[in-house]
């Protein structure tokens, strides 16, 4: 298991997230625990990426709860369907919001919260959580993160 990120943040956003993945595979070799699995995702693109807010939701029941995390206190349930989270939750689909202000029904967990992206967490065909990024910057999300993003969390099992 790696305990040290190497971060680099002369290239490209590509090929930071090439840099990164393996180094996220390493932490979550051999660690059957998803708590700390998901603790060291959000601590990981943090640290690379520097953005404002990196964390995951869990589905338990009919809501979204707040699970591991990076940044600032945050909205701790989130219903199915509303904001980003809910939307992505409910559509089972990647959200992609460059200005979260024209986004119809955005939770703001905090006001400096400018631009997110949004991805389910799938086990077995099913929405069981979702992966939350938030930027102070408008518009830093894009096809890019999407792709690199999913990647990171289809590294992570469900099934332990």
């Known amino acids: 298991m790696a305990e040290d990120l190497s971060i680099i943040t002369s290239v490209n956003k590509e090929e930071q997230y090439r840099s990164l993945i393996p180094q996220i595979a390493a932490l979550l070799e051999g660690e059957p625990d998803l708590v700390a699995n998901l603790a060291n995702i959000s601590a990981a693109l943090k640290e690379q990426f520097k953005w404002f807010w990196v964390g995951f939701y869990l589905v338990k029941g009919e809501q979204l709860v707040l699970g591991p995390f990076q940044g600032p206190v945050a909205c701790t349930r989130i219903g199915k369907g509303k904001g980003v989270c809910g939307a992505s939750w ?71």
């Open 90 to 160: 409910q559509r089972a689909e990647t959200l992609i919001v460059p200005d979260v202000d024209a986004f119809p029904g955005h939770i703001a967990c905090s006001s400096l919260s400018r631009s997110e992206i949004v991805l389910p967490l799938f086990q077995n065909n099913e929405v069981v959580g979702v992966l939350d990024v938030d930027s102070e910057e408008l518009d830093q999300f894009d096809e890019i993160d999407a792709k690199y993003l999913k990647q990171i969390i289809e590294l992570v099992n469900f099934n332990v």
